[in-house]
Structures are given as structure tokens and as C-alpha cells.
């Protein structure tokens, strides 16, 4: 399955969907690694590391829908299959969604349907959660919603600062992305209603968080 992962900054979560797919064994194949930002850092690493990139900056198009027709032109010269969104900061309109219906999925910083949106974990933080965590799902028109396809939590510490637990967060981020990938390019899930069934979206329950008595 060729895969195509857009990311908007570091791509640290694209180098662990990278890292997991150079087994022989993987059903996906990273096949390229696109940016809004020409400058993105996740795509000096994929160039560096023998990755097809592409920048299509859309701050040189008069409008969103013009930028996704050229992304969506950039993925279909590649001849791409499949979506990984990792950690891009541009809303898709329900044009480019439904292009790819079935066939994008998403990482969010958050135990969704918690905390949509920008700066979970000051959010979470700010609520005083003792479990947060991180989703991936498929993409859907609607921001940060869409059939949930797996979940990792981790414990929120009396010491935390947005920092710390986004550290925590993105250590699982890392685990779970290519969990998620191998589940949905495997084949054998299957969605219904808003629930995706077929696989185990989490890991075993020892490695929920139970606080000690
Ligand atoms: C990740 O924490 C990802 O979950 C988040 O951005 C970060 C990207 O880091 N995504 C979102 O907030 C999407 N709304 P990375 O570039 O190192 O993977």
C-alpha cells in the first residue's frame, strides 16, 4: 500500500511510521512525505533518508481548495493509496476528505473525543485529568473526529508542565502510530457506525495506567 505521510514540522511521529515500515514484512510502504512548508524538517530527514518528498507550499495558493487540488495532484503523481496525517496544521476541507475517504487517517495529541483541537495537554493540565494520552482515527470532514482506530494513555504527574507530559504523550505517539498503521493497512478491520472493529486498538491492559494504592 502506498503510503504518503504529510507532516507540517519535525515529523518525529514520520520517522517512527518510517522506522516500523523498513520491515520486508510491513504492509505499507512509505512512498513519500509531503509539507505545506518547503521547509518542514520532516522533509530534510526523508530526503536524507532516501524518502521522495514534496513541498507544496500553500501560502503560494490564493485558496485552500487550490492548495489541496495541488496536494492531491503532488499524491496522485506518486501514484498514493493512503493518507498518514502526522502532525499536519492544515485543516482539509470536506473536498480533500472525501477524495480519501477510508483511506486518511490522523495522530491527535489527546484521548479523544477529549480535547480536540490545539494545546491538549495545557488543556488537560488545566482540568486536572489524572489519564491522558494520544488517538489515532480516520479523518473525517469534522476537526479531530472520525472512527477511532487506537488509543495509548499515560499518566498525568503532580510535577507536569505542558511540556513534560507532551514528552510522555509523544513517547506513545511513536508506539502507537505504527500500531495503527500496520492494524489498518493489514486489512481486517472494518467500520461501523462511528467504531472501527476487527483489532485490539490498545495495548494490554497491564500497560493501562492503574495508580498504585
Ligand atoms: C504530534 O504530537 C501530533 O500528535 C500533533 O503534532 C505533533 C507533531 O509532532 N498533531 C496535532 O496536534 C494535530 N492536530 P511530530 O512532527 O514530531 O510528529
Redesign the pocket.
Known amino acids: 500500500m502506498r503510503t504518503a505521510v504529510l507532516?507540517?514540522?519535525?515529523?518525529?511521529?514520520?520517522?517512527?511510521l518510517v522506522a516500523d515500515a523498513r520491515d520486508p514484512t510491513h504492509p505499507a510502504d512509505i512512498a513519500l512525505v509531503a509539507s505545506n512548508d518547503p521547509s518542514a524538517?520532516?522533509l530534510k530527514w526523508a530526503k536524507q533518508n532516501g524518502i521522495a518528498v514534496a513541498g507544496v507550499d500553500h501560502r503560494i495558493h490564493a485558496s485552500r481548495e487550490d492548495f489541496e487540488r495541488a496536494l492531491h495532484l503532488t499524491l496522485g503523481l506518486h501514484r498514493i493509496e493512503f493518507i498518514c496525517?502526522?502532525?499536519?496544521?492544515r485543516l482539509l476541507t470536506p473536498w480533500f476528505v472525501n477524495q480519501w475517504s477510508g483511506r486518511i487517517i490522523?495522530?491527535?495529541?489527546a484521548l479523544l473525543p477529549s480535547y480536540r483541537?490545539?494545546q491538549?495537554h495545557a488543556r488537560a493540565l488545566a482540568d486536572g485529568v489524572k489519564i491522558h494520552g494520544?488517538t489515532v482515527h480516520y479523518v473525517v470532514p469534522a476537526m479531530?473526529e472520525g472512527p477511532i482506530i487506537a488509543q495509548a494513555a499515560v499518566p498525568v504527574l503532580d510535577a507536569d508542565t505542558p511540556t513534560t507530559l507532551?514528552a510522555r504523550?509523544?513517547a506513545q505517539?511513536h508506539l502507537l502510530y505504527p500500531h495503527a498503521l500496520r492494524l489498518v493497512a493489514g486489512g481486517g478491520l472494518r467500520i461501523e457506525g462511528n467504531r472501527t472493529l476487527g483489532a485490539r486498538g490498545a495495548r494490554d491492559t497491564d500497560d493501562l495506567v492503574v495508580p498504585p494504592l
Request: net charge negative.
Open positions: 507532516v507540517s514540522g519535525r515529523g518525529s511521529n514520520m520517522q517512527a524538517e520532516g496525517l502526522a502532525g499536519f496544521m490522523n495522530i491527535h495529541p483541537g490545539l491538549t494520544c479531530d507532551g504523550v509523544l505517539e
